[in-house]
C-alpha cells in the first residue's frame, strides 16, 4: 500500500510500505521526517503521531484504551483524527498528516 505522509510544509513522502508493518515503521524504514518513534512501537511515547486524512478515517483500527490515554501527551495538539502511527496497519493506502512538533 501507498502511504502518503504529509509534512507540516506541505512537502509529501510517499512510501510503498508493506502490509505487515505499521505506519510507524513503514516511515521510519523509509527515512520520513517526523516521525520520531522513540518507544519503537509500543504505545509508550507518542511521538509518532499523526492527524489521519478525514477521508482515510473509516474502517480504522478502533482507538485502544492505551492509545487514548497517550495522545493526550502529543507535543502538538490532540485533534479528533489524532492516532499513533505504531498503532495503525498499512494495510491499506493511507493519507497521514505529520504535526508541527513531536517533542
Ligand atoms: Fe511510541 Fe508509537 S512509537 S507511541
New binding site residues.
Given amino acids: 500500500p501507498k502511504i502518503t505522509f504529509v509534512q507540516p510544509d506541505g512537502l509529501e513522502n510517499v512510501v510503498d510500505a508493506e502490509a505487515d508493518v505499521s505506519v510507524?515503521r513503514a516511515a521510519v524504514a523509509s527515512g520520513v521526517p517526523g516521525i520520531v518513534?522513540?518507544?519503537?512501537?509500543?504505545?509508550?511515547?507518542?511521538?509518532?503521531h499523526v492527524y489521519v486524512d478525514a477521508g482515510n478515517l473509516d474502517g480504522l483500527p478502533e482507538l485502544g484504551d492505551v492509545e487514548d490515554e497517550?495522545l493526550d501527551c502529543t507535543a502538538a495538539e490532540r485533534l479528533d483524527c489524532s492516532r499513533?502511527?505504531?498503532?495503525l496497519p498499512a494495510t491499506r493506502d493511507l493519507t497521514v498528516r505529520i504535526p508541527p512538533t513531536q517533542v
Fill in positions: 510507524m518513534a522513540e518507544c519503537g512501537g509500543s504505545a509508550m511515547c507518542a511521538t509518532c497517550m499513533l502511527s505504531c498503532q
